[in-house]
T-cell receptor
Framework: GAVVSQHPSWVICKSGTSVKIECRSL??????MFWYRQFPKQSLMLMAT?????????EQGVEKDKFLINHASLTLSTLTVTSAHPEDSSFYIC?????????????FGPGTRLTVL | GNSVTQMEGPVTLSEEAFLTINCTYT??????LFWYVQYPGEGLQLLLK?????DKGSNKGFEATYRKETTSFHLEKGSVQVSDSAVYFC????????????FGKGTRLSVIA
């Protein structure tokens, strides 16, 4: 149980295009979803927190107009990288949690590797 | 906010060696403590957790004990395997609302045959 999927697992796009990444909780309802970004051999950097039906809360330094997050249902959140540039190339990982307690376990997706040419 | 300090990697060990990865944390209240593992090219998987002081989490031969007095949650394994090569992340949770896990730099482990 408690599986989180991401699609696509990898994507290559041209500079200036937009890319949408889906994150789904397959067997549970995720009250909250989180998006992280990871550079090679680095830790995970939290980008934003989204609650179903609400606007996402972005971390300082993360451009909300560039990284659009939608959490339309309890099982789906999407991250859209708009007008992508090579510096946006990274490994994006989503995470989902049941309930709103910080002590509840977070389940992580397998990640999406984005390469912008 | 919460923070975590892990020993610097990379750690390189021979197969069947003993592993310790130190982790100390800063958190308010009574957090749960987690160890996650990231295999090459993959997302994070929960390795083990402990929810209160003196609890021991264990899984796949790995163990970690929640030490509130030293704010530590060191990861140990008696005999590592090549398949344990991965990056390990320690993280305290927050019990003050719906805040996400925040990770330290992680510790890269390489086990050689």
């Amino acid at each position: 149980g408690a599986v989180v999927s991401q699609h696509p697992s990898w994507v290559i796009c041209k500079s200036g295009t937009s890319v949408k990444i889906e994150c789904r909780s397959l067997d549970f309802q995720a009250t909250t979803m989180f998006w992280y970004r990871q550079f090679p051999k680095q830790s995970l950097m939290l980008m934003a927190t989204s609650n179903e039906g609400s606007k996402a809360t972005y971390e300082q330094g993360v451009e909300k107009d560039k990284f659009l997050i939608n959490h339309a249902s309890l099982t789906l959140s999407t991250l859209t990288v708009t007008s992508a540039h090579p510096e946006d190339s990274s490994f994006y990982i989503c995470s989902a949690r049941v309930g709103t307690s910080g002590n509840n376990e977070q389940f992580f997706g397998p990640g999406t590797r984005l390469t912008v040419l | 906010g919460n923070s975590v300090t892990q020993m610097e990697g990379p750690v390189t060990l021979s197969e069947e060696a003993f592993l310790t990865i130190n982790c100390t944390y800063t958190a308010t209240g009574y957090p749960s403590l987690f160890w996650y593992v990231q295999y090459p090219g993959e997302g994070l998987q929960l390795l083990l957790k402990a929810t209160k002081a003196d609890d021991k989490g264990s899984n796949k031969g790995f163990e970690a004990t929640y030490r509130k007095e030293t704010t530590s949650f060191h990861l140990e394994k008696g005999s590592v395997q090549v398949s344990d090569s991965a990056v390990y992340f320690c993280a305290p949770s927050s019990n003050s609302g719906n805040t996400p896990l925040v990770f330290g730099k992680g510790t890269r482990l390489s086990v050689i045959a």
